[in-house]
């Protein structure tokens, strides 16, 4: 069992910074591929970022590639999405995700954070 806290959340303007962390309980934390997903009002959870195990691995959706970068610390048991150069499509609930494989699916992943909200102003 892994249990995921999300941080880091806010309101800033477009343009601007964020960067979220999400806490994960328990030992186990390095066998997992970790996820960030994200979702707007009135719309479907949407993959955003994905890291394997090892960190050696990454996925990015296509709306955030080159603005985005996801990181792990395997020591801390932390996972990171520093996001960049932020746009008000952006806003949305933040979730980290816990998962056996570097997938960009809801399903492929096993345990879910609480979220975190992000609020980008124009």
């Known amino acids: 069992q892994v249990q995921l806290v999300e941080s880091g959340g806010g309101l800033v303007q477009a343009g601007g910074s964020l960067r979220l962390s999400c806490a994960a309980s328990g030992r186990t934390f390095s066998s997992y591929a970790m996820g960030w997903f994200r979702q707007a009002p009135g719309k479907e959870r949407e993959f955003v970022a994905a890291?394997?195990?090892?960190?050696?691995?990454?996925s990015y959706a296509d709306s955030v590639k080159g603005r985005f970068t996801i990181s792990r610390d395997n020591a801390k048991n932390t996972v990171y999405l520093r996001m960049n150069s932020l746009k008000p499509e952006d806003t949305a609930v933040y979730y980290c995700a816990a998962g056996r494989t570097v997938g960009t699916m809801a399903f492929e992943y096993d345990y879910w954070g609480q979220g975190t909200q992000v609020t980008v102003s124009s």
């Open positions: 890291i394997s195990r090892s960190g050696g691995r990454t």
